[in-house]
């Protein structure tokens, strides 16, 4: 089956195959942090919510001394909630972005090396050919590597991203 590049359509589990064992531990804490970062929205509007609910109740309620301060106190609360929130967020958003950007690079480097390998191989009228110039070998790595590499940094961690997003507005 080919798209319209010319190229064929792969699988998304042949990008892993070139995968070790620290590569999967990598990707398993990638997918971790992309599944909280997907979620944080959700827990966002929760928190939202509450932060609304209190000013509610605050506003419905007499304003007595007591009241007020306990008014206060819940806003503090749900506030300071924000502020947790917004730590997690930093922490899984910079675990996710790390270990599928240093996965891809170890992935990727692999991959040329073998690529490279495979290149040198060949018989030496291989690159006497037309058809093989050294620069269209350098061109060729190049190119494929740094598409694997922009698809395992960015776009599995969208897709990871997003279906955790969606899973939990489901939930929720």
Known sequence: MSTGGGGERRSIRGLFKFADRVDVVLMALGTLGAIGDG??????LIFASDVMNSLGRGHAQQQGSATSVHFMHDIEKSCLNF????????VVASMEGYCWSRTSERQVLRIRHLYLEAILRQEVAFFDSQEATTSEI????SKDASLIQEVLSEKVLHLRTHQSNLLGWLIC
Do not use: E, H, M, Q
């Not at 350098?138 to 790595?141: A, C, D, K, Q, R």
């Open 138 to 141: 350098i061109n060729s790595i």
């Open 39 to 44: 979620c944080s929205t959700n827990l966002l």
């Open 83 to 90: 502020v947790y929130l917004a730590f997690a967020i930093l």
